[in-house]
């Protein structure tokens, strides 16, 4: 809501998506307005044509409904559409401008409006519909949950408040630039995820990459980079934005960004911090090796045994096996073997006996 994202909550009937919406306006100080959008007409969003004095001159305005009206005289406002999934086509088409340009007839909802819904999915829906691709294309995604001993406590008295994360405006336009590398990067690399329609007809109406949508996660990133949000948080806000496969491939990217350098740790084998995760760690070992592949030298060869040492020391041992192999076939005639080499001999021999006991 502070990237001013339209959002959409999937979750069975029941498990309050309504009541969580209430109070979260209570809490931000927003005046709630929930519209049921399976019980208007396409013209309660599309507005209502209105013959005025002279049609021919003036043409013929389209009158909004009443609740938009009171979030244009209010200001402000947390819109709340209801029961989305139980639409139909028809009121789904009026809703595109609603939700993408904030126009209702001839009024354009102030800055200071918010616009969340919520649907159940089509099976357990009231004659549900599936959701249009060109509308679930314009929400951010996110399934609601509910957990067992929260609706415990709440029935006997104490429902949690959730604790809202603040943003910091210093913070905004380094995470920005953060939020552009990352996903320019990712799109450089695999071109492909710039836009895919999903095929199958129920994928399409949830999230998936498409321009769009890029540059809705573009600023949900740059937002939550700024605010603070856990990696947990980060990876259900980009995966409801352009689907699981291709926001998984965005953190790990975002993964990446923060490696180190392979040519830093060349220089200063010494003072060099490997990541704690083991992807990550295996990632900076290959990158390593990969780096003295492309400038074969005795200092960098050496460093990089240094480094491989260093792996072995602080972590998983194994992870040091395939770049310990490739490194040493990179060994040129005249090159001397570094005494670390010693201290690998047994992480490397190990997996070679255990696959020539496999192989008897």
Known sequence: MSADLPVLLWGEPGIGKTAALTQLAEAIELPLTTVIASVHEPSDFSGLPVVGDDPAEQGVPMAPPDWAVRLVRTGRGLLFLDELSTAPPAVQAAL????????????????GVRIVAAANPRSSAADGWELSPPLANRFVHLQWTYDHDVVVRGLGGTWPKAAL?????????????????AVCGLLTARPGLVHQ?????????????????????????????????????????????VGDGPGLELLASLDRMDL?????????????????????????????????????????????WALLVLALETGAPDLVV???????????????????????????????????????
């Open 165 to 181: 994360p603040r943003l910091d405006p210093g913070q905004l336009p380094d995470a920005v630039t953060f939020a552009r590398r």
């Open 260 to 304: 180190p350098d392979p040519e830093t740790l060349l220089a200063d084998p010494e003072s060099a911090v490997l990541p704690e995760r083991g992807d990550l760690r295996q990632t900076v070992l290959d990158g390593v090796v990969e780096a003295v592949r492309k400038r074969p030298e005795q200092s960098r060869w050496d460093a990089a």
């Open 197 to 241: 329609l999903p095929k199958s007809e129920g994928r399409r109406g949830g999230a998936w990459p498409s321009p769009r949508s890029w540059e809705m996660t573009l600023r949900l990133v740059a937002f939550a980079t700024a605010a603070g949000a856990s990696r947990e948080v980060l990876s259900m806000l980009v995966r409801g934005t």
């Open 96 to 111: 595109l401008r609603v939700v993408l340009e904030r126009r209702v007839g001839a009024l354009r909802l102030p800055p």
């Open 322 to 360: 395939v770049p310990a192999a490739t490194l040493a076939s990179l060994r040129r005639d005249d090159w001397q073997v570094p005494a670390a080499i010693e201290r690998l001999s047994g992480a490397v021999a190990l997996p070679r006996r255990a696959d020539r006991a496999g192989e008897r």
